[in-house]
């Protein structure tokens, strides 16, 4: 079997090497930091062949066992300690595969003009996306506790340099600080539960060379402490990357300080890795204790999306309140896991891959905004009346932002419907209570999307602001497919949905078949 | 009249430490004999020529000591695989230590003074600085001391680790004493040095005199019988356990760990870079790997484990684990001198170290071993960067605007050790900076470096030894550490060199949004005398006076680049393959006595 995954992995980080040695492609004329230009579209070829790579991996993929780990390889890597190099991925993983394969041209070539003629600025940044891609596949593949870990610790790399090194706003050293350091506290405390782990695998008779696999991990009976406290440390990481309310304040910093691509691919694409997380590894290997934390869990996640939601409302900065935005969402799909209803799971999976369309187009199209502002200034106040000047990027941003707020025909509406749906018939305690708490985070969404569309598009055109372009054709190529993939996945949820179905109904199966003692105890009290 | 017998010597075991001593003993001669102009070469020669010999044999012997030890001159040299591969490890990191303090850089000058024995400041300095002296002697004085590190790491007898103490102590003692720039802190820091290293040599021998009033002996593994036979002397483990202590805390010293690290920062900073980077990396491998060997001899060395003298001794190297990393890690965080914060960041290392340590079982050894090679990369590397970022004095009218500095243009000074001046750096030397960052993260523990790994290793063996929560402190404490780390990284990626040309882009905007903010990016116009308090004041100064000192990256002429180079690539394949490695010494973790 052709091993996709891994090329998908490794072709990347191939780009990323050739866009890095083309600096030894010198320019003939002019001076060595205009360089010959060759960085962009080396890396624009290397990840449109990546989605052609990404089409072959659909293809193979096996839709009737969507529930299964597929595409993948195993081989030993460092087997002193146990790790393996285990890729593969079932419905929800190629999704969110597909998702930052899919973002990347998009936000290379809405960030074509950003870095100016600085070839050597340039080269870096279209390399470190690139060096991201590869890992955001690597982890969103990754069959193996350790890889994991690795993963999703060494991303935070490229990730910090692009914040840091590209933003906009003067803030943007001290948001990519925070991001590091929130990002890697988390990641430690995951480390030391990564570390116990390997002790009660090896305690349980996991062979000592394969001991981190996440099938074999998944099969053993951890005891209910070591358990819950392995799961605490899990999650944390994962609430972190998410990012769930108390742990979310480094998001709006940094969607406020990064470019919006890396805003894009950050928010959109390496935060999943805090939802996908939590549903591929807290729930198959710590099933008892999610049991056991999602009553916490579920209180966390609304208040996450009522409280993002005001945030959002009360905003002043555009890309700080789409990065508001996502602290609510994120709790709708952190609220659908821990339902543990296979339609409250299903819409979380949903929704990932919605919420990196929606999201994503509304990061862009306000990149592509304030870049035409004469100061490029964020301040939503700044904008007005622009509907008449630039319409079509008006109803770029009015569809994205429709997306956003879950209206009925776009694809998030059928992901949301289905996490709220799920919830209600939710079986940890309370859950239909708390999913009809979530619901105010639905209509404060049409306030904030509404009221900012409002105050930029309508009214009279500000001053200085009455000539400036429409968008044009290089920003409506990037905008075009994420506005038709929400009205399609919207129109025919079936698409995406015959990919998330039968995991989510075997992750659920994972968390309930577990304990039927505690099941037959609990129906007994309540005679 | 007993007859005398001459002893069986196994004369391959010894060959490793036969090799460095001898090249030592013949590079005095060299100083002697051979002719000024090709002076410099031979020694460089003969030193590399040594360590990569020693390597060779090692290589040869490891086979053999992994099935079976050896015993050379009754135990005076003990070949384990562990002492072994701590031999290996140390004769990797010195050729590439040497490698660095070889390198004349494009300046044409090395990191050493003239006449190293000259009070700085009177005439006969500056003749001897005129007249071109060099002071080759420090390659013959690098080997004895590697000589003392590689038989420090490896014998049984604590009379003979004695010794291997000063013949490694001593040539470092002198070496710290002859940086080329800021003579007075180099001396100082010799002073420093030896004073603090004499004081914990003779705690040490007094230990050992303990000992040996206690068990008659002076061998580790004879003292392990005596401690597990019963107490001959009843009501006297006192001297024992104080012994013990006392060996303990002469080699703790050697490590740097907290409370008796007060030296580390101030030697690391004082001494001529290059040797601060052999020092730094080298002797915490001889030092961490004598101080396993007497821990692990004493209480789990004769087939079972003494359990009373290993709590003692455990509840020792938990509570100096615990305070170094958090003196490490935390005193780290506030300094604003490159050197001295990689030398808290040593001491922070030897706090991991400890947490592996303390876990008192004998797989230990072999991720103690990787631990040391990762960090002994990442620091040689690090130190080795540090060396080639100066400061260039522009005396000329020129220096009036800001203008972008030609190359070659003014006199290159010392190294440019603020880490305020670090600011910009990634755009000057890419590469550097890369190479620097990389080390960093290594010594952060992130994954995908030879440090995560080695991290990874430590605290597996704090788990196994029962000591989780252990663990979970120093997973704590690396949190922290990372912080500091990633201060650097942001002057040195993020921040923009004073004189450095805006660019275009959002970068322009950003930088007139952000005038505020000058004065951390200012240059002191003077060398290390300035703090970086003062350099939001002298801003001023830099552009009023006709001289200014700008910050600059020197040419390697080889030898440390390819150190660089050599330090980077292993730091990345040892994080991404470790296996070979990890393979390696996992053999050397079969504990025999």
């Known amino acids: 079997m052709f091993p996709w995954l891994t090329v998908l992995i490794a072709w990347p980080l191939v780009g990323a090497a050739v866009v890095g040695l083309s600096a030894l492609v010198r320019s003939r004329t002019g001076p060595a930091s205009a360089g010959t230009g060759l960085a962009r579209p080396l890396a624009l070829l290397f990840s449109l062949v990546e989605v052609a790579l990404l089409v072959g991996a659909f293809v193979a993929f096996d839709t009737g066992a969507a529930a299964e780990h597929q595409l993948g390889a195993v081989h030993p890597w460092i087997p002193q300690i146990g790790a393996s190099y285990a890729v593969g991925v079932d419905g929800v993983g190629l999704l969110l ?29 279209v390399g470190l996306v690139l060096l991201l891609q590869a890992f955001m596949v690597a982890v969103f593949a990754a069959r193996d506790v350790f890889l994991f870990y690795v993963l999703f610790e060494a991303m935070l790399i490229p990730a910090y340099f692009l914040i840091g090194g590209f933003g906009q706003g003067a803030g943007r050293r001290k948001a990519a600080v925070k991001f590091l350091m929130f990002s890697l506290g988390g990641g430690l405390i995951m480390l030391a539960a990564v570390i116990a782990l390997y002790f009660l695998g090896i305690g349980a008779g996991i062979d000592p060379s394969r001991a981190f696999l996440v099938d074999e991990l998944a099969a053993i009976d951890l005891g209910t402490t070591a358990e819950r406290l392995m799961f605490v440390g899990f999650f944390i990481a994962f609430a972190i990357k998410a990012p769930m309310v108390p742990v979310h304040s480094w998001l709006p910093d940094v969607a406020g300080n990064a470019t919006p691509g890396t805003s894009t691919l950050l928010i959109c694409v390496l935060d999943k890795v805090g939802t996908f997380g939590m549903l591929t590894l807290c729930l198959p290997l710590f099933p008892e204790a999610s049991r056991w934390a999602a009553p916490l869990v579920i209180v966390l996640a609304v208040i996450s999306v009522l409280y993002g ?48 369309l929606a999201t994503g187009a509304l990061f862009l199209v306000a990149g592509f905004l304030i870049s035409r502002h004469p100061e490029k200034s964020q301040k939503i106040s700044d904008y007005s009346g622009l509907r008449s000047v630039t319409p079509v990027l008006a109803g770029t941003f009015l569809v994205a932002g429709l997306a956003t707020l879950s209206l009925p025909g776009l694809a998030t509406f059928v992901s949301e419907i289905m996490v709220l749906i799920g919830a209600f018939g939710g079986s940890p305690a309370g859950s239909a209570g708390w999913a009809i708490a979530a619901i105010p985070g639905v209509v404060l969404a049409a306030i904030y999307v509404l009221l900012t569309y409002q105050k930029i598009f309508t009214g009279a055109p500000a001053a200085g602001l009455e000539g400036l372009p429409d968008l044009h054709v290089r920003e409506r190529v990037v905008a075009a497919p994420l506005v038709a993939g929400l009205l399609v996945l919207g129109l025919v949820p079936g698409l995406a949905l015959t990919y998330v179905n039968a995991p989510a109904e075997q992750s659920v199966a994972l968390t309930t078949v577990d304990e039927p003692a505690d099941a037959a105890t609990e129906m007994g009290s309540d005679k | 009249m ?49 360590l990569a010999g020693a390597f060779a044999f090692i290589a040869v012997l490891w086979p053999q000591i992994v099935v079976q030890p050896v015993q050379v001159v009754g135990g005076s040299l003990t070949l384990t695989p562990f002492a072994l591969g701590a031999q290996g490890i140390i004769a990797v990191l010195a050729f590439l230590g040497v490698l660095v303090v070889a390198d004349r850089t494009t300046t044409g000058q090395d990191a050493f003074a003239p006449a190293a024995s000259a009070v700085p400041g009177t005439p006969y300095e500056d003749l001897a600085r005129r007249s071109g002296l060099e002071q080759t002697e420090i390659y013959p004085l690098l080997l004895f001391a590697v000589g003392g590190m590689m038989l420090f790491a490896s014998t ?48 040490f021998i007094f230990g050992v005199a303990l000992i040996y009033g206690f068990a008659g002996t002076v061998r580790l593994l004879e003292i392990a019988q005596r401690v597990q036979q019963g107490l001959p002397l009843e009501g006297m483990s006192v001297l024992l356990v104080s012994g013990v202590l006392l060996v303990v805390v002469g080699l703790l010293f050697k490590v ?46 004769v087939g079972g484990v003494s359990p009373d003298i290993m709590r003692q001794l455990q509840i020792v190297i938990v509570v100096v684990a615990i305070l170094t990393m958090v003196v490490g890690t935390v005193v780290g965080m506030v300094q604003t001198d490159v050197k001295r914060l990689l030398a808290y960041s040593s001491i922070a290392h030897a706090g991991f170290l400890l947490v592996g340590i303390a876990g008192f079982n004998a797989p230990v050894q072999s991720s103690t071993l990787f631990y040391l090679l990762a960090y002994g990369l990442a620091t040689i590397g690090a130190f080795a960067v540090v060396t080639l970022v100066r400061e260039r004095r522009i005396t000329s009218g020129t220096g009036e605007d800001n203008g972008p500095v030609g190359e070659g243009e003014g006199v290159v000074l010392g ?23 990389l080390f960093l993260l290594s010594m952060a523990g992130i994954p995908l470096t030879a440090g995560f790994i080695a991290k990874f290793g430590a605290f597996t063996g704090a788990t196994t030894g029962g000591l989780w929560w252990l663990a979970v402190l120093g997973v704590l404490a690396s949190v922290v550490a990372v912080a500091f780390y990633v201060r650097v990284l942001v002057v040195m990626v993020f921040q923009k060199a004073p004189d450095e040309p805006e660019s275009t882009g959002t970068e322009a905007v950003e930088a007139g949004l952000s005038t505020g903010s000058t004065s951390e990016d200012a240059v002191p116009t003077s060398g290390g005398a300035v703090s970086a308090g003062a350099a939001a004041t002298l801003t001023k100064v830099r552009v009023t006076s006709a001289q200014r000192i700008v910050v600059t990256v020197v040419r390697s002429r080889g030898p440390a680049a390819v150190a660089i180079a050599v330090c980077a690539i292993a730091t990345v394949i040892l994080g991404v393959f470790p296996s070979p490695v990890l393979g390696l010494v996992e053999q050397a973790s079969k504990f025999v006595p």
């Not at chain 1, 409250?344 to 990196?356: K, P, R």
């Not at chain 2, 090799?19 to 460089?44: D, N, Y």
């Not at chain 2, 000063?166 to 420093?192: D, G, I």
């Open chain 2, 256 to 301: 740097g760990a907290v409370p008796f690290h007060a030296w580390t920062p101030d030697v690391y900073t004082g001494a001529p870079t290059p040797i601060t980077g052999f020092m730094a990396a080298c002797t915490k491998v001889a030092a961490v790997a004598a101080l396993v060997e007497v821990l692990y001899r004493i209480s789990i060395g």
């Open chain 2, 2 to 50: 007993t007859e005398f017998v001459a002893p069986e010597i196994d004369w391959l075991a010894l060959a490793p430490l036969i090799v460095v001593l001898g090249a030592g003993v013949v590079g005095v001669l060299i100083e002697a004999f051979v002719p000024e102009k090709v002076r410099r070469t031979t020694q460089i020669v003969l030193a590399l020529a040594a």
């Open chain 1, 309 to 356: 939601a005001i945030m959002a409302i009360m905003q002043t900065d555009l890309l700080r309140l789409v990065g508001w935005t996502s602290v609510s969402h994120f709790g709708f799909i952190i609220l659908g896991i821990f339902t543990f209803t296979p339609l409250g799971t299903a819409g979380s999976s949903f929704m990932m891959l919605n919420h990196g």
């Open chain 2, 156 to 203: 049984d007898d604590l009379i003979v680790m004695f010794i291997a103490l000063e013949v490694l102590s001593l040539p470092l003692y002198v070496l710290c004493a002859t940086a080329r720039r800021r003579r007075l802190l180099s001396q100082e820091a010799a002073a420093k040095y030896f004073l603090l290293g004499a004081f914990a040599s003779a705690l």
């Open chain 2, 415 to 437: 190294e440019a050790t603020e880490i305020a001046q670090w600011a910009g750096l990634g755009r000057k030397a890419p590469w550097l900076t890369a190479a620097f960052a």
């Open chain 1, 97 to 125: 595969v597909a998702l930052s394969v899919l973002l990347v041209p998009l936000v290379l070539l809405a960030a074509w003009k950003e870095q100016g003629r600085d070839e050597v600025r340039l080269r870096k940044f």
